[in-house]
């Protein structure tokens, strides 16, 4: 059997340095290359040659997104990837939504769709880092108020397209403020899943209108985000991953990205406002953070009550 790359992971620091590892059966050499996209990465010309470690360091790389392609040397496949998270200062939960493994055996795509949490404190820099992932539209779930108090920095450059998606979850600045003021003791899984299942129950519609426009020509690259980039985001990040094949164990740790890129600096920020109330914020931890069970409790009241993701974009959303 030739050898195959069967997984590959970038890590980087956002200045051109990146840690790549991957998992080769069948034994041999690997070749490391890199390009500005997917479709451009320089096989002729590979970085590294690597006999027998599982993992290289690929450093003074330029600013920009890097894609990284591992295939055994000489024949047999590889796998192109790439830092999931994009290494944004004014943007902190900006994913790529790629490399997943489908049920088909395929993968999906890196570069063609991104998840993220609000664009209004993009940097200069920010703005043409964003720019050379050359997005053609950016669907906003967020309502009118948070437009307004938030506008993209983005401004026209790339054509908007705005998605309301609705419930308490889509207010996350408002019941924040609720909560200084003591208006609400406490936020917990239960409270959160209950907004999600009202959220699938008067949005359905509005999801299977933003998937639906990632299948339109002109449609790709695309960008889909709210506030928070955890709630609203997790959820349509949830159905297109679903319907693409991606199973439900890789679609709940994507959601469980956010912890780690967005929940502890939110709630690091948020601290002493709640000490200077009296208020403990880890009585709080749900409404901040992207609880694992959230998701997989909305999903398995989806699958009991449609059979399938699809059957609900259908029968609930007119998909």
């Not at 195959?4 to 890590?11: K, L, N």
């Not at 790529?96 to 949490?117: C, E, I, K």
């Not at 009296?278 to 992207?290: E, H, Q, T, V, Y």
């Amino acid at each position: 059997m030739d050898p195959v790359v069967v997984a590959v992971a970038v890590e980087g620091d956002g200045r051109g340095r990146l840690e790549v590892s991957w998992t080769l059966e069948g034994g041999g050499s690997v070749e490391v290359a890199v390009g500005p996209t997917p479709d451009a990465v320089d096989h002729e010309h590979p970085v590294a040659i690597i006999d027998s470690d599982a993992q290289v360091v690929l450093a003074d790389l330029g600013p920009g997104r890097h894609y990284v392609s591992v295939a055994p040397a000489g024949t047999g496949s590889g796998i192109v990837a790439a830092e999931r998270l994009v290494p944004l200062e004014g943007a902190v939960n900006f994913r790529d939504l790629g490399g997943y493994r489908t049920a088909d055996g395929g993968r999906t795509r890196w570069g063609q769709v991104f998840r993220s949490d609000a664009l209004h404190a993009l940097t200069v820099e920010d703005a043409a880092f964003v720019g050379q992932l050359g997005l053609r539209v950016v669907y906003d779930l967020r309502n009118d108020v948070e437009r307004h108090r938030a506008p993209s920095a983005l401004g026209d450059v790339v054509r908007s397209v705005q998605l309301a998606i609705g419930g308490s979850a889509s207010a996350t600045k408002e019941i924040t403020e609720r909560i200084l003021d003591g208006e609400i003791d406490g936020i917990d899984d239960d409270y959160m899943a209950a907004a999600y299942q009202h959220m699938a129950a008067t949005d359905a519609g509005t999801f299977a209108t933003l998937l639906t426009g990632l299948t339109d020509p002109g449609g790709l690259p695309a960008l889909f985000h709210c506030t928070a980039g955890k709630d609203r985001t997790g959820m349509t990040a949830a159905m297109l991953l679903s319907v693409l094949g991606v199973d439900e164990e890789t679609v709940l740790d994507d959601y469980e990205l956010t912890n780690r890129h967005w929940t502890e600096h939110r709630m690091a920020g948020l601290r002493p406002k709640f000490e200077a109330a009296g208020l403990d914020i880890d009585r709080f931890a749900s409404l901040f953070s992207a609880p694992r069970g959230v998701l997989a409790r909305w999903l398995a009241i989806l699958h009991e009550e449609h059979g399938t993701i699809d059957r609900y974009l259908v029968e609930e959303g007119g998909m």
